[in-house]
């Protein structure tokens, strides 16, 4: 039997110290896996809901033909998973700035990891997104210019709540243009958030997208025996 609690990685990166760990939940008696930076949870496996929705709302608007996505951030896998799953998608590039966090999935040390590094059409980017972005070197080492039909991101807490100051730009006009450039006639731009939605960035959306909404994306908490919400927005291009 698996001990209660268990570091299975750790590494000092740019943004802190990051550990990978998997215990053994006390109220609910499941096994959690959950990455922390220094004393802050990134992600816990006990709560996946609208990770997996970021991916399932994002490629629904696309049209049933072959598709190219990106995913920007990998954490646990639970948006790129979600991904694969979907039989139209030909290729997923994975953009995580942190070498750990992609060296656990290639260990195998998360549920599914190995399963996601070896799926021939997954490409596990080393890098960080933002700059790939805001420099133009774009997602496709070798094609710079490529265009993708989805971009869903899930690296900040929410566009007000960013991990590292150099991430606020994304969210501006100016961020999401970047993105909308990068985004195939009809493509689909999709954002994880903590928080729940907000007008503003709503607005920044409408400016540089063709459509832009806020879907609430509720799901029952063990730990409160009750409901929590994170915000997923879905933007097209026309």
């Known amino acids: 039997m698996p001990s209660r609690f268990a570091e299975l990685g750790w590494a000092s990166t740019r943004l802190g110290e990051i550990s990978l760990r998997r215990r053994r939940e006390p109220i609910t008696g499941i096994e959690v896996y959950e990455v922390k930076l220094g004393d802050e949870y990134l992600m816990s496996s006990m709560f996946t809901v609208a990770e997996r929705e970021l991916a399932r709302l994002g490629l629904a608007m696309l049209p049933d033909r072959p598709c190219d996505v990106v995913v920007g951030g990998l954490?646990?896998?639970?948006?790129?998973h979600t991904v694969l799953a979907d039989d139209r998608v030909r290729s997923l590039t994975v953009v995580e700035a942190l070498e750990p966090v992609i060296d656990w999935h290639r260990r195998d040390l998360l549920p599914g990891g190995g399963a996601l590094a070896t799926d021939p059409r997954t490409r596990l980017l080393h890098g960080d997104f933002?700059?790939?972005l805001r420099d133009g070197e774009g997602f496709d080492p070798a094609a710079p210019d490529r265009r993708f039909d989805a971009v869903l991101v899930d690296i900040d807490h929410s566009p007000g709540n960013v991990l590292d100051a150099t991430h606020a730009d994304l969210y501006t006009p100016a961020g999401l243009g970047r993105v909308a450039d990068r985004l195939t006639p009809g493509g689909v731009f999709g954002l994880w958030s903590d928080d729940a939605p907000d007008e503003a960035f709503l607005t920044a959306l409408r400016q540089c997208f063709h459509t832009a909404d806020a879907h609430v994306v509720t799901f029952a908490n063990p730990l409160t025996g009750g409901?929590?919400?994170n915000t997923v927005y879905v933007a097209a291009t026309a």
């Open 75 to 80: 954490g646990l896998g639970c948006t790129a």
């Open 130 to 132: 933002f700059a790939l």
């Open 227 to 229: 409901e929590s919400a």
